[in-house]
């Protein structure tokens, strides 16, 4: 008798959702499909961009056709994901995560060597200086982004003079050249009551990005790209003329974060799920299942949403355990049965997990390997 220990437990094409061994990740298609039009129509409305931040998903296979629709290149947070896009043929890539150790500057400049428009970013003379010289050491032509402080209070130069100023340094590299600034508004959504506080967030990002590309243009430099939009305010974004790239990341797949918090997100647009099985029933009002931290992740954020259930709810979570409140369910909740849900946060769950299969119609029509997950560094 085999060892069923040893039996092909991944995801195979063409087998139907229910056989697949729980807890499980998955991805539904007509979602993925239904968020990507939608960013087309904002390109095509707003005659912007949409270059796509793989840290949401680290799949290139995704990454593959997001480019292939929508044109704009990738995004990565960091350098050794940037290499796993580049390895898998994406040819349009800006890092946004500054490099500025030697061991790491050797790697950079061999990705932009391998594609056809690479950019990495900086924000102030102490990572351009380290960039400028490992560029000359390699022979190597960087281009660099500048990241202008819109708000978030993290990284970043001070709009309008400071970022001319920056701007100028890096033109002055004989190795480098000024590619554009980005502003990163994800304090917009955290900070807003509703809508209309998104609106108004946007506004004022888009106005210290105008004030920065008058200055460098003053200056006498052409600002060939600006880069700004996440998933929540890429459609208010979209349409300050300054911005001509969006780059939103979860929007491909979304979260239980945006539904709660973006309101152009409907449960039909969050395409990220989990199935799991009911393996406990300690009590009348709580049921036990086989997903947790180590399926959804440690990080905090709201809890999952269950998908065609309101009458039960996820509540909290251990390594290897969720919680299910199901005092006011209307069906019953038995050991055995099968429960899906809406991942709480994207990015945290797409990197802890190899495989993601892409299913329509209950069958698993796609098998993802998630290639950047892990890749940190």
Known sequence: MTNPSFANLKPELGQ??????????????????????????????????V???????????????????????????????????????????????????EPKLRRLCWVADHVDHFATLVDGRANVAPLQVAAAEHGTHVNAVVEVDVGVRRMGVEPGDAAADLAAY??????????????????????AEDESDIVEGCARVADALERSVEAIEAAGLEVPRVISGATATAPHVAGHDVVTELDPGRYVLNDADLLANDPGVEIDHCGARFHTTVIARPAEDRAIVDAGSKTISYVDGPDPVPVGRDDISFFRKSSEHGFVDVSEAEEPVEVGDRLEFVVPNLWAVANIHDVLPGVRDGVVEEVWHVEARGKDT
């Open 16 to 49: 139907p959702v229910e056989e697949l061994e729980t807890p499980i990740v998955v991805a539904d298609l007509d979602a993925l499909d239904r968020n990507i039009e939608r960013f087309r129509e904002l390109e095509r409305e707003h005659d912007v961009v």
């Open 51 to 101: 270059r796509s931040h793989t840290k949401a998903h680290k799949t290139p296979a995704i990454a593959r056709r997001q480019q292939d629709a929508l044109g704009g290149g990738v995004l990565c947070q960091k350098l050794s994901e940037a290499e796993v896009m580049v390895r898998y043929g994406i040819e349009d890539v800006v890092l946004v995560c500054p490099v500025v150790s």
């Open 170 to 191: 890096v033109d002055e590299q004989p190795d480098l050249a000024f590619d554009g600034l980005l502003g990163h508004d994800g304090h917009v959504p955290v900070l």
